[in-house]
T-cell receptor, first 110, second 112 residues
């Protein structure tokens, strides 16, 4: 189906530690997987994305991995900082539509 | 570019009133999406347009909701009559073809 499962729903880490959020999907047509960060009172902001022909992509402290065979992808944030605290959403594109995970509320404890 | 622009940012209205939400997509983006976000249901796609034409409105909850895109730089989402259960944050997003999707800041709607 079109569901995207996201885990965990909440995550607390100490400043400087790493955070990992995982998402799984079930269809084979999806070929684009973006991640969004949503701060309180704001719209989701695209922070990183990966296409199906790539297994890993990194942008400074943020990385995304994709296992298309197993149909799961993950967001990795290293050296977390308090300003990383937000809700993170994974998504997949199937055709022209985007389907979103249920979100992970990340708290980075100073 | 200023990004996706939405207005108003906040709307408080009484049950039964008509509400109109507005969106200006990023210039050059040919897809426009309307989403609703609530704690219970997360992000729900309501409708999306391609080149100003509605493609899929299966997410529109009921006939009280309608959306239009009269030109490439403007779209409206209308609720008439509004009900308390319509209270949510409504987001507009735009995409250039099969590119990245960018969200507006949202309109927080409260129906009393």
């Amino acid at each position: 189906g079109e569901n995207v499962e996201q885990h965990p729903s909440t995550l607390s880490v100490q400043e400087g530690d790493s955070a990992v959020i995982k998402c799984t999907y079930s269809d084979s047509a999806s070929n684009y997987f973006p991640w969004y960060k949503q701060e309180l009172g704001k719209g989701p902001q695209l922070i990183i994305d990966i296409r199906s022909n790539v297994g890993e992509k990194k942008d400074q402290r943020i990385a995304v991995t994709l296992n298309k065979t197993a149909k799961h992808f993950s967001l990795h944030i290293t050296e977390t900082q308090p300003e990383d605290s937000a809700v993170y959403f994974c998504a997949k594109r199937s055709g022209n539509q985007f389907y979103f995970g249920t979100g992970t509320s990340l708290t980075v404890i100073p | 570019d200023a990004g996706v622009i939405q207005s108003p940012r906040h709307e408080v209205t009484e049950m039964g009133q008509e509400v109109t939400l507005r969106c200006k997509p990023i210039s050059g983006h040919d897809y426009l999406f309307w989403y609703r976000q609530t704690m219970m249901r997360g992000l729900e796609l309501l409708i999306y347009f391609n080149n100003n034409v509605p493609i899929d409105d299966s997410g529109m909850p009921e006939d009280r909701f309608s959306a239009k895109m009269p030109n490439a730089s403007f779209s409206t989402l209308k609720i008439q009559p509004s009900e308390p259960r319509d209270s949510a944050v409504y987001f507009c997003a735009s995409t250039p073809g099969f590119g990245e999707q960018y969200f507006g800041p949202g309109t927080r709607l409260t129906v009393t």
